[in-house]
């Protein structure tokens, strides 16, 4: 072929092939739930959120329970005017998961965020789109998780900077949560506290941890905490709460769901309190 040359192609050959058999299926077939047979969970996640689905999938291995996940855009650093300014992009966000279609809870994973913002504001912008369904928060199902286990007061571990932990105690206290003591990376960027090793935070658990607690909380969606809850319980002798677990298990429980979930610790076996 020469420079410039054109060819065209030649479709002689198909014109004369017969035309394909349509037909319509007739074996019999009846459909069944779908993926996430045993429950469907929506999840809102952050924009720069590097952890929360892995963790989720981590604890629910499989696919009969079901994560759908939609995110909201975010900024660093990790302030409570940064995390309030959320709020608005919580029903656009929700209208992007599965609009015509079953789930059972929604989880906003996002626990200084939730608090920034505040338990009724979260719920309200979900239920402008879909008031039928259980709306969890790390903060509530905290709330729900400490009551469930029967802590009373907890030795706090978080990655954040003291203004963001203000919001966080003072959310919590407000909930009938004691602070014994609170125990901080100070951390500002979401996406680095992503690259806190588990091992960091299993040691740093240690250092949290108080006499007088009752439990261990390692608050914050951005941590990768859900490996040393059961090593920690068992070094401590006492309940480990972090933020995916008790959502996780949170969710499961107001939806009446099974708890096919593993790695939970004692919260496992743990019912909702009243």
Not at 66 to 76: C, D, T
Not at 263 to 274: F, I, N, S, V
Request: glycine share 6%; proline share 8%.
């Amino acid at each position: 072929m020469h420079r410039g040359e054109v060819t065209m192609a030649d479709t002689s050959p198909a014109s004369h092939r017969p035309p394909p058999i349509c037909r319509p299926v007739t074996v019999p077939w009846h459909p069944d739930r779908g993926v996430g047979a045993a429950g469907r969970l929506g999840v809102i996640v952050l924009a720069s959120d590097e952890v929360s689905e892995a963790a989720l999938r981590a604890m629910v291995p499989g696919d009969e329970l079901a994560f759908y996940v939609s995110r909201i855009a975010n900024a660093n650093p990790t302030t409570p005017e940064n995390l309030r300014r959320m709020a608005p992009g919580i029903t656009d966000a929700m209208r992007l998961l599965l609009p015509d279609d079953r789930i059972d809870a929604l989880i906003y994973a996002c626990t200084s965020g939730a608090m920034a913002i505040g338990e009724l504001g979260v719920r309200q912008r979900v239920a402008a789109v879909r008031p039928d369904i259980p709306v969890v928060t790390p903060g509530s199902a905290v709330v729900a998780a400490s009551c469930a286990l029967g802590a009373e007061s907890v030795a706090l571990l978080t990655p954040y900077v003291d203004e963001v932990n203000t919001v966080v105690r003072a959310w919590l206290e407000a909930e009938g949560v004691a602070i014994v003591s609170l125990t901080r990376f100070g951390i500002l960027s979401d996406s680095d506290m992503a690259k806190v090793p588990p091992q960091a935070l299993y040691d740093a658990a240690l250092e949290a941890d108080h006499a007088r607690a009752d439990a261990v909380a390692i608050l914050c969606t951005a941590l990768r905490a859900w490996p040393v809850i059961e090593p920690l319980e068992a070094r401590l002798n006492k309940p480990v709460v972090t933020s995916h677990q008790a959502m996780l298990w949170h969710a499961l429980r107001l939806a009446g769901l099974p708890m096919r979930a593993r790695g939970l610790g004692r919260l496992a076996h743990c019912e909702l309190k009243p």
